[in-house]
């Protein structure tokens, strides 16, 4: 049947044999497998699906940094790379810095991951005149100059160590000039123990690390409720609007979204469905109803949810009674599709990106 097609749609369907930006491990290797065999079928399909084997690389320890720096990545390879995943926790500066800076021979690298808490600098990005998106995980930024990333739309800090003046600085638009969607979690500063070793302290307060002009310049912000209060005013206000990820436990707060966490497949998720779904209700109902001329609170959830409540009566039951209570209260739900997700706290960004993008946009025209 193949031969049936021509190259274009063909090579469309081995694109979905690609993993998504930063997928997990297992994941990664079985893409890999799979396009490895493919290459095998014929030399059409060799031809076809071999740049793909080199748009997704992955680094986790020095060998598999020489099998991706060594392995005859000719020039045209290196020209398919589109995501870089660098996850070298535990691992020295010699080997960290190094998987880093070959990211400087990747032309039209677009998604870049760094996880390492050994980084000496970031500056080599400087060079990376393509990149979309940075994500930078459990890394210790405590004497780093920022890089100027003029491309960068979308940055995510995770499990990071830096000061607050650094952040500051960094977060600033003459270093981020295009940046749109900031997502900040379990963002913490260092500080000397009394036994004099090197610890730190935090979630830092979020209204202290992102400040104006950024703030006006961002779409979204992505944050947990460690970070930043929930009824504080960068949270409860709209510039920008604020995406809070709850981990399957809302604890009673409100704030603009209430997105949840997709680990309903256990025996014990439906009653965690049943319980999400009465606190997002109670949350709703001791919250301020949106006035007539603001945004509906979005309640972003999971669409396997839906597929629950059609198997158990309690679930369908919780799912008519939030349903209620959001009519009540100018909610509105957006029920998303939780597969293909790199990262569980991805669920519902870019709906909600979407939907931040209709508020600010919505403002704006209010405004002339």
């Not at 981990?247 to 309903?264: C, K, N, Y």
């Amino acid at each position: 049947m193949s031969d049936r097609l021509n190259d274009d749609v063909l090579l469309l369907i081995l694109e979905d044999l690609s993993p998504p930006p930063f997928p997990k491990f297992w994941a990664y290797s079985q893409y890999q497998d799979t396009l490895r065999r493919v290459c095998l079928v014929s030399l059409r399909f060799l031809a076809l699906a071999q740049p793909l084997l080199g748009r997704h690389l992955e680094v986790r320890d020095w060998r598999s940094f020489e099998r991706v720096r060594d392995g005859a990545m000719s020039e045209a390879a290196r020209s398919s790379t589109r995501v870089y995943y660098i996850d070298l926790s535990g691992m020295d500066c010699f080997v960290a810095d190094p998987a880093v800076a070959f990211a400087e021979r990747l032309p039209n690298l677009q998604n870049l991951r760094v996880e390492t808490e050994t980084l000496s600098t970031l500056l080599g990005l400087n060079r990376h005149v393509g990149l979309r998106r940075l994500e930078l995980h459990r890394v210790d930024l405590l004497d780093h100059t920022p890089p100027i990333l003029p491309h960068v739309e979308r940055l995510k800090l995770s499990q990071l160590v830096a000061t607050i003046e650094h952040l500051q600085q960094m977060l600033r638009p003459f270093y981020l000039p295009s940046l749109r969607f900031l997502a900040v979690h379990d963002v913490r500063e260092p500080i000397l123990r009394p036994d004099g070793r090197l610890g730190h302290r935090g979630p830092l307060p979020l209204k202290d690390i992102v400040k104006q002009p950024m703030l006006d310049q961002l779409d979204v912000i992505h944050t947990v409720p460690a970070q930043a209060d929930v009824l504080g005013p960068i949270a409860r206000g709209l510039n920008p609007p604020v995406l809070f990820y709850l981990h399957a436990d809302v604890a009673g707060s409100s704030t603009r979204a209430l997105p949840l966490s997709r680990h309903i497949a256990a025996d014990s998720g439906l009653v965690m469905v049943e319980r999400i779904m009465s606190r997002i209700a109670t949350a709703l109902e001791q919250a301020p109803t949106p006035a007539a001329d603001e945004p509906l609170t979005l309640v972003i959830l999971a669409r396997g949810i839906l597929r629950t409540a059609d198997r158990w009566p309690d679930v369908a039951q919780a799912v008519r009674a939030l349903e209620t209570t959001c009519d009540a209260h100018r909610a509105r739900i957006e029920w998303v599709e939780e597969r293909g997700l790199s990262d569980e706290t991805d669920f519902g960004v870019d709906e909600f990106w979407r939907f931040a993008r209709e508020v600010r946009a919505a403002q704006r025209e209010a405004a002339t």
